[in-house]
């Protein structure tokens, strides 16, 4: 290959030693600029914070330093506008931002990459970009919670039947169960934060592997582009991809929680259980049977969780037989993590709305609510609170269902007498333990579904989330 500067064919960045062109099936082949052009902010944003680290490191002259940055930012609107041309033979973003620049601003532009290797250069580009795209999932998983509060004010005071193994279990505040999905979201609210706090550690100035024997200051860069920390090994630094894999985690372990919700909903919509009404806007028809109403955004949240799970497993695969430093395998980080974060964020720009939209059947859950006797364990609880031992309670209790499941009546359909036949100490004013809406009252712990403690938790969520 021929150097450029002599007046020959501009060519690869790398081509000094190479007597051969690189094949074009190679190019084809290695090329990464197709999908890692969406790290162009981000590159532009590290070589401008660069190019300033040189210019006050007296590398380059301040001018260079200041037309360096004018053509970045040109080359900034070049793309944004779509006017910028890509090709498979200059690889990847970085190389194209850099010959472009080289275009417009010759010997100037051919000084930018002093002190740097697309090594560092791409680790920091993707730290910069996952570090963005962290505040915000943060933030659209703030909108979901807030969708979920909305909802749990809305029904405040409704109870519906609370199930284990599917079956039903203990009466439960609609508030409550609606709560619980912005507990699950604000703790990987915390794993993104945590998740950021490890991302945000700058790695410029790693070089390709070992550094840099020119006097650049990393801290300069390090505070340009509001990063925390400096990465202390350059083997390290330039390889680190552990971020990417926690936030292919944090972003799974979102999509599962999201999965499960979805998947609750769907159920909670049937026919069948008829306690939820979907709003019609986020729901989709049949091309042949003219009655359906389908909860495919649902399903297609529930859906996409299992590429969000791949993609953590990829990048472990990825990393895992790696010898230190870089290798070009981690090129294939990013399509990975670029599929998690377009996934969820996909995802949470439907959820919030959907959420907001739906609201609680209250008749069909009434009908049916003293079903299955979900006020077994309030009874249980009472005579405890009556001094019998907590086994005897259970089976007694147990007695006194079987009698109810054989006559097909509920707890409190039963006589008297059949309660006094099972347990001696039996009086009228246990009755108050008996029906859903009486369980939940009746509910005092911490964390419990009991009215005031739901009351309060709404309360909290709203200072939390406000
Ligand atoms: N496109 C490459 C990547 O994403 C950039 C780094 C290339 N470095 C190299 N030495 N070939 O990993």
């Not at 695969?317 to 990013?334: F, H, S």
């Not at 377009?342 to 003293?370: K, M, N």
Request: charged share 25%.
């Amino acid at each position: 290959m021929t150097n450029p500067s002599a007046g020959q064919t501009p060519s690869k960045a790398w081509g000094g030693v190479f007597r051969e062109p690189t094949d074009k099936r190679v190019e084809a082949f290695s090329e990464s600029v197709s999908f890692d052009r969406r790290l162009a902010d981000d590159d532009i944003d590290a070589s401008i914070a660069h190019a300033r680290m040189l210019a006050a490191c007296g590398l380059i002259t301040v001018p260079e330093a200041d037309a360096i940055a004018q053509g970045l930012e040109e080359i900034r609107g070049e793309i944004r506008r779509g006017a910028f041309e890509f090709t498979a033979a200059k690889e990847d973003i970085h190389l194209h931002i850099e010959s472009a620049l080289t275009a417009r601003l010759g010997d100037i532009g051919r000084k930018l990459h002093t002190a740097r290797s697309r090594n560092d250069q791409v680790a920091t580009d993707l730290r910069l970009h996952c570090r963005r795209a962290i505040d915000r999932l943060d933030e659209g998983l703030l909108e979901l919670q807030r969708a979920f509060l909305g909802l749990a004010v809305r029904e405040q005071g409704l109870v519906i039947p609370g199930y284990t193994h599917l079956r039903r279990a203990q009466p439960v505040l609609a508030s409550h169960q609606v709560l619980g999905w912005c507990e699950k979201f604000e703790r990987d609210r915390s794993r993104l934060a945590d998740c950021r706090r490890r991302t945000n550690v700058l790695p410029l100035g790693s070089g390709a592997l070992a550094g840099s024997s020119l006097p650049i200051d990393r801290d300069h860069v390090a505070e340009a582009l509001g990063f925390e920390g400096v990465a202390a090994n350059s083997l390290d630094g330039a390889s680190d991809r552990d971020f990417v894999c926690e936030l292919a985690f944090v972003i799974a372990l979102t999509m599962t929680h999201l999965s499960q919700w979805a998947e609750e909903w769907i159920l909670y919509s049937t026919q069948e259980f008829g306690f939820l009404r979907l709003p019609e806007g986020f729901c989709t028809g049949s091309s042949i049977m003219p009655q359906k109403i389908n909860p495919d955004v649902l399903e297609l949240v529930r859906g996409k969780s299992a590429r969000a799970i791949g993609n953590v497993q990829a990048l472990l695969v990825l990393l895992k037989g790696l010898p230190t430093a870089y290798n070009r395998d981690l090129q294939e980080d990013k399509e990975t993590i670029f599929d998690s974060i377009d996934t969820l964020e996909a995802v949470l720009g439907v959820a919030a709305p959907l959420v907001a939209g739906t609201s609680f059947d209250h008749a069909r859950i009434a009908a049916t609510l003293e079903r299955g006797h979900l006020d077994a364990t309030s009874l249980m609880e009472a005579l405890i609170t009556a001094g019998v031992p907590q086994r005897t309670a259970h089976e007694t209790v147990g007695h006194l269902v079987r009698r109810a499941m054989t006559r097909g009546v509920s707890l409190a359909e039963l006589s008297d007498e059949e309660f006094s036949r099972e347990w001696a100490g039996w009086t009228a004013a246990l009755r108050g333990a008996l029906g859903a809406s009486r369980a939940v009252e009746r509910m005092a712990s911490f964390g419990s579904t009991a009215p005031a403690r739901v009351a309060d938790q709404i309360v909290v969520w709203q200072r939390r989330l406000a």
